[in-house]
Every structure is written in structure tokens, then in C-alpha cells.
């Protein structure tokens, strides 16, 4: 094919919405905006099930059809050998029924989310089309934060200081979760900001003003240190560090004249481990060493969720773990401590594999361009292909700076059942589809062969 014929290609074939592309963007919202809670009418008919139900039908039928091996995904495989170890290990368990219960309802459930959009996610389009869906949502939940803390109605004492809650019942009612889940959003809008237009920069823009006032309001330390994890990735990563530096510094010192001392104090007993009211610290600390006896009794673990059954038996703080790494010691094992590493490690991996692919596919437009400036018919693609590398080199580096951000609140958290994993592990395969298939360009064409006239 010649470059001028995958123009006109990409031309007609690189924006069409259809309608499996909106039931996934149905379900994005769905699942972030928690519609069955509210609107009783969406709950009761469980629309989230219908909706992911049809998307399970049509990822199957996509998945028999290809031509390539799904499983043969090396981050598939260690999201179905995390899987296996899970099942294997629920005849282990104090509770087996407590674990299978969490496990359909927060891994297997949560795990098709990857499954959804490794399989229906194939070009930048729809990449974006599921990114914006996801602002939306958070740009939702931002607002009603926003207008909870202005009018007060979500605002209310917890451990001595006046902190931001989300909605109560929902997965960011409590200050921690609204401050963690937000703080994902961050590295998106970060690395994607600078390739927007002024319209969506300034919804960007708002967005992050939702974020900070979230973060500053929950009063959430674990969101604190995750935070300044964040800044110090991204200025160890930055081409204008000394700049970026005196920005950060002016901005945090500018925001510490202005927050109200109970805020400024509750960061500071980050470091210095004093509290207002209460015993979180020392609480959480219980629950480290608890966490570690019980692994050191149970190498195997006592099961998913059987932490707090074991706590409860031998009449200590019956807590989960509030650690990530203990949690998944205590409760899955060396096996599925091992598993999970695999995880993490493929997901990192793989990044990085997306980031050289890409960088490789714009050294080669740019052996080109001298002959893309030649044809004013290919100016208007060669846009459309950098547009594209940029954006998903883009989705690449967020990636890993949410999955970083992710790793470090582990420490504060206990999040081994929680969506982040998967939603992480469906963006990088998504990523990884849109170069393996060339659809950047629209074909399924080697790139280099793109510009052979």
C-alpha cells in the first residue's frame, strides 16, 4: 500500500463510534458513578451486570474470531496464573466461603475490566474515547466534592482535623479512597495536558483544581506522601529540572500560607508520626506486625479476606491489614505474593517495551519526513501519526507513574481486591494493541511500509 492510499484509509476509518465503543463507555461510567446507587431503578434492574454481561458475549466472540492467540499476552497469562493461584489456594482458607465470595466479587469481576479493554481497545480512538469517559466521571465525583466542601455538607471531624469525604457508601466515601483515586487521575492529565487543545486544556485545568482540593481537604497523609512520590518522579524524569523545581517549591509554599493550620499540621505528622486525636499510626502498625504473625504461621496464607477472621479468633483488632504487601502475605501467600509480583513486573515491563516501540515508530517517520514534506496530501496524516505517538506515548508514561503512585499508597492501604491492577493492566495491552496492529495509521501495516511510495 502506498502512503497516499493509507491516508485516504486512515481518513475514512480512524473515527467511527460504534456501539461497542459506547456500551464500554457505558460501562465506565456506570462502574466510576456507581449509577445503581444513584438511581434505585439502574440498581434494581443491575445495570452494570446487564452491560457487562453483553461486553463478556461480544469479547468472546471477538476473541474466537482472532487470528491471534489471546492468551499468548504474557501479561494475559500472569493475569490467568494470578487467577489460578488464587482458586488453587481457596481450599486453604479459614473462611472459604467469605474468600469466594470476595474473590467473584473483587477480582474475577474486577479483572474483566483488563479483559474488556485488551480485547475491545485497538485503536488511539478508542483509547481516548475510554480516557474521556473516565475524566468525566471523575470530573462528576471532582464537583460534587468540589460543592461539598464549599457548602460544608461534606466536611465533618475525623481524627481531630475537618476532612473532605466522598458519598457515603460509594467506593470514595472515606477520605483516604476519594484522596487515592484521585490521585490516579493525576499523571494523566500531567502528561496528556501538554497535547491538548486550549478547550481541553481548560478542562484539564479544572479538573485539577478538583484534584487539589481534594488531596488538601481529605486531609489523607497516605495521599500527602503519594503526592510528593508523584512530584519527585516527575521532576526526576524532567528535561527542566531546576525550573520545575522553584515552580513546586513557590506552589507548595503558596499553599502552606494559605490552608488552614489543622491541614499543614496533619502533613506534617506524616514525618513526625504526632496525631491530633486518635491512634492511626499506632493502630496501623498493630496491623503490620499482626499481619506478619500471620503469615509466619499460615506461609500459605489464610485466604483472601481471612485476615480479619483470624484477627477476630485470636480477639485482636479486627482491621484489615491497611498494607498492601502484608495483605497479600497473609492472605494469599508466598504463591500469591509471588504471583503478584509476576504482575507488576510484566505491567512495568511491558511499559517499557510500549515506550521503545513507539519511540522507534516516530524515528522512523522522522527518516521520512523530508519526503512527507514533499506531498501537501500527507501533512494532514503525518499530523494524525504524531498526534497518536505523542498521545500514546503519553498513556504510557501515566501508566507508570499511576502504577508507582499505586505502589506507594500500598504501603498505607489495603488494595489487593481493588480495580487499579486490572484497569492498569487493560490500558497497557490496549497500548500495545494500537502498536501491534498499526492502528495509529488505520492498516494493519508495518509503519516503515507506510511511507514506501
Same mark, same amino acid.
Given at each position: 500500500m502506498s502512503y497516499i492510499e493509507a491516508t485516504q484509509s486512515i481518513k475514512n476509518n480512524s473515527h467511527r463510534v460504534n456501539i461497542v465503543d459506547l456500551l464500554l463507555s457505558a460501562f465506565v461510567l456506570i462502574w466510576w458513578l456507581e449509577i445503581g446507587l444513584r438511581i434505585v431503578i439502574f440498581g434494581k434492574i443491575r445495570l452494570e451486570f446487564i452491560v457487562g454481561f453483553l461486553l463478556s458475549i461480544i469479547a468472546v466472540l471477538k476473541i474466537a474470531k482472532s487470528e491471534q492467540s489471546f492468551i499468548g499476552n504474557p501479561l494475559i497469562k500472569a493475569i490467568i496464573f494470578f487467577h489460578i493461584v488464587i482458586i488453587v489456594s481457596l481450599p486453604l482458607s479459614v473462611s472459604i466461603e467469605r474468600s469466594f465470595e470476595i474473590y467473584l466479587d473483587h477480582i474475577f469481576k474486577l479483572t474483566m475490566i483488563s479483559i474488556f479493554m485488551s480485547v475491545l481497545i485497538n485503536t488511539t480512538f478508542q483509547l481516548k474515547l475510554f480516557l474521556i469517559t473516565s475524566f468525566v466521571a471523575f470530573f462528576k465525583i471532582g464537583m460534587e466534592s468540589f460543592l461539598g466542601k464549599i457548602t460544608g455538607s461534606m466536611v465533618w471531624e475525623n481524627q481531630g482535623v475537618m476532612r473532605l469525604h466522598g458519598t457515603q457508601g460509594s467506593m470514595f466515601g472515606h477520605p483516604n479512597s476519594l484522596s487515592g483515586k484521585f490521585l490516579g487521575i493525576f499523571p494523566f492529565i500531567w502528561y496528556i495536558f501538554p497535547l491538548t487543545n486550549k478547550k481541553w486544556k481548560m478542562l484539564?485545568?479544572?479538573?485539577?483544581?478538583?484534584?487539589?482540593?481534594?488531596?488538601?481537604?481529605?486531609?489523607?497523609?497516605?495521599?500527602?506522601?503519594?503526592?510528593l512520590f508523584a512530584l519527585a518522579y516527575i521532576l526526576y524524569h524532567s528535561n527542566k529540572r531546576l525550573k520545575l523545581f522553584s515552580i513546586i517549591i513557590t506552589c507548595l509554599a503558596i499553599t502552606f500560607c494559605f490552608i488552614s493550620d489543622q491541614y499543614s499540621d496533619r502533613f506534617m505528622s506524616s514525618f513526625t508520626g504526632l496525631e491530633k486525636e486518635g491512634a492511626s499510626s499506632e493502630t496501623r502498625k498493630g496491623l503490620f506486625y499482626?499481619?506478619?504473625?500471620?503469615?509466619?504461621?499460615?506461609?500459605?496464607?489464610?485466604?483472601?479476606?481471612? $485476615?480479619?477472621?483470624?484477627?477476630?479468633?485470636? !480477639?485482636?483488632?479486627?482491621? #484489615?491489614?491497611?498494607?498492601? %504487601?502484608?495483605? @497479600?502475605? =497473609?492472605?494469599?501467600?508466598?504463591?500469591?505474593?509471588?504471583a503478584f509480583g509476576i504482575l507488576i513486573f510484566l505491567i512495568f515491563r511491558q511499559i517499557s517495551l510500549n515506550i521503545r516501540a513507539l519511540d522507534r515508530m516516530k524515528n522512523e517517520r522522522d527518516f521520512y519526513v523530508k519526503e512527507i514534506e514533499k506531498s501537501n496530501?500527507?501533512?494532514?496524516?503525518?499530523?494524525?501519526?504524531?498526534?497518536?505517538?505523542?498521545?500514546?506515548?503519553?498513556?504510557?508514561?501515566?501508566?507508570?507513574? $499511576?502504577?508507582?503512585?499505586?505502589?506507594?499508597? !500500598?504501603?498505607?492501604?489495603? #488494595?489487593?481486591?481493588?480495580? %487499579?491492577?486490572? @484497569?492498569? =493492566?487493560?490500558?497497557?495491552?490496549?497500548?500495545?494493541?494500537?502498536?501491534?496492529?498499526?492502528?495509529?495509521?488505520?492498516?494493519?501495516?508495518?509503519?516503515?511500509?507506510l511511507f514506501v511510495r
Open positions: 484539564l485545568l479544572i479538573m485539577s483544581l478538583f484534584i487539589g482540593n481534594i488531596l488538601i481537604f481529605t486531609a489523607s497523609r497516605t495521599g500527602y506522601i503519594s503526592f499482626d499481619s506478619i504473625d500471620v503469615f509466619l504461621d499460615n506461609p500459605f496464607g489464610v485466604g483472601i479476606g481471612g $485476615f480479619i477472621v483470624v484477627q477476630k479468633m485470636y !480477639g485482636r483488632n479486627a482491621q #484489615d491489614t491497611h498494607n498492601l %504487601y502484608t495483605q @497479600i502475605l =497473609a492472605e494469599t501467600g508466598v504463591q500469591g505474593f509471588a496530501t500527507n501533512l494532514e496524516i503525518d499530523k494524525f501519526f504524531l498526534d497518536d505517538i505523542n498521545f500514546l506515548s503519553a498513556v504510557c508514561k501515566a501508566s507508570q507513574l $499511576f502504577l508507582g503512585i499505586r505502589l506507594i499508597l !500500598g504501603f498505607f492501604g489495603h #488494595d489487593l481486591y481493588e480495580i %487499579y491492577w486490572w @484497569i492498569i =493492566a487493560g490500558s497497557v495491552i490496549s497500548v500495545e494493541n494500537c502498536i501491534k496492529n498499526s492502528k495509529v495509521f488505520g492498516q494493519k501495516t508495518e509503519p516503515i511500509n
